[in-house]
């Protein structure tokens, strides 16, 4: 509940010696504000609006007069008791949910507050029509809300989602704006890896299910994007190729791999963006050559025993250069630049 501070000023007030009952009201008019009852009520000559609350048709609830002041709404029951109005003419209109679903939120908040247990309508006490024959008096002090809001709802323990017809998720998926999971307790869950039917998944801070990259301890992890489930083996993604290790590896079960690694019987260098490298690549004053064209190993693999171009491939990977070898019962000589002489 949001009590909207209206700012207004008044000419002198005295205080209430206790709280004991809340009085309901009408405006009588179809629309008006804290603002319209203020001057409606200087033009009385009184101090300010008379009211401590006026709870509009939007749901929207303003403050009149200082809460523990005492008010100008029900002559001879001022002294003990809060004054809250409703903008709207209740002898020719009914009221609206959202109106109605904040009258009862501000009266249990009261309630709650000063341990009240009376609540009047102003024709109660005073010979008055007020708060009006279409007044939903009874509902509104039993707390029978239409429609409750739907939305997200913060408490102590954190947050949940409130469904239209007053029920909560839990123990489940929803869709929102975006992919939420909620609890056995129904709350949503966040800052967290989830297993859900065999597979993991991520909720951010902000307790949104993750999608696409995303760095959880100092790791980078890919999520798949419709779906959010965490990938592993060998991926691309954006045109490159990335390894997410896998539950057998090393690293944690999806972890973007980096640097030198194997896969089966085959090695790759993955750069520090986790991108496969592919073609010549120079490392540690060698040269090597990862496969680009799939022809007879996978792609990205290091090429070991091979001729590539002129060039030979040395079963540790490293380019022959400045050195004989015998390769296939024939003895070669390369220079400096990997080139055989003639």
Known sequence: ????????????????????????HHAAKATCSVQDIQRWHLANGWAGIG????????????????????????????????????????????MGAAQKNAGIELIQYLKNKYGISKVYGHRDLMATGCPGNKFPFNDLVAGRMNNPYSGWVKDEKGWWYRNANGSYPKSCWLKLDAWYYFDEQGYALSG????????????????????????????????????????????EVGGNWYYLSKSSDDLPEGAMATGEMKDGNHTYYLQDSGAML?????????????????????????????????????????????EVLEIGGERFEFGADGKVKK
């Open 1 to 24: 509940m949001n009590i909207i501070e209206s700012g207004i000023s008044f000419r002198g007030l005295s205080n209430r010696s206790r709280t004991t009952r809340i009085i309901l």
């Open 51 to 94: 009211y401590h609350f006026v709870v509009r048709k939007n749901g929207t609830i303003e403050r009149g007069r200082p809460e523990h002041t005492q008010g100008a709404h029900a002559s001879g029951s001022n002294f003990d008791s809060i004054g809250i109005c409703f903008e709207g003419n209740f002898d020719a209109e009914t």
């Open 192 to 235: 967290q890896w989830i297993r859900y039917k065999n597979k993991w998944y991520y909720l951010k801070s902000d307790c949104r299910m993750a999608t696409g990259w995303q760095k959880v301890d100092g790791r980078w992890y890919y999520l798949k994007q419709d779906t959010g489930e965490m990938l592993t083996g060998w991926q």
């Open 278 to 322: 592919k073609g010549w690549i120079k490392r540690k004053g060698s040269w090597y050559y990862y496969n680009e064209d799939n022809n007879c190993q996978p792609i990205g693999s290091m090429m070991r025993n091979h001729w590539q171009g002129g060039y030979y491939l040395k079963d540790d990977g490293r380019m022959a250069s400045g």
